[in-house]
Nanobody, 114 residues
Framework: VQLQASGGGLVQDGGSLRLVCTAS???????MAWYRQAQGKQRQLVAS???????NYADSVKGRFTISRDNAKNTLYLQMNNLKPEDTAEYYC??????????WGKGTQVTVSS
């Protein structure tokens, strides 16, 4: 499975962006997640969603970000509202299959200006 993330960009403090991750194969049985990596820092989990629809969010984005998926379109989304400068990072899409295979896509840069 190949993953392609898009939707990043430059936005002002308080703005919104929607990230899109398109998979080349079926994702309906996969655990899906968004990670981010700020310059000089470790990659961290932002939000995840199981195949059953259970979601999990990093404390820093709760109430501002929403993860969703459209299995028919093999697509994962991350709606990001009320963005803050500390959200600036490269955002990556991740998929983990039921067979334990782990897939990463190229990142998309999100920059929030103050």
């Amino acid at each position: 499975v190949q993953l392609q993330a898009s939707g990043g960009g430059l936005v002002q403090d308080g703005g919104s962006l929607r990230l899109v991750c398109t998979a080349s194969g079926r994702i309906n049985n996969s655990y899906m997640a968004w990670y981010r990596q700020a310059q000089g820092k470790q990659r961290q989990l932002v939000a995840s969603m199981t195949s059953g629809g259970t979601t999990n969010y990093a404390d820093s984005v709760k109430g501002r970000f929403t993860i969703s998926r459209d299995n028919a379109k093999n697509t994962l989304y991350l709606q990001m509202n009320n963005l803050k400068p500390e959200d600036t990072a490269e955002y990556y899409c991740n998929a983990q299959s039921i067979f334990g295979l782990n897939y990463w896509g190229k990142g998309t840069q999100v920059t929030v200006s103050s």
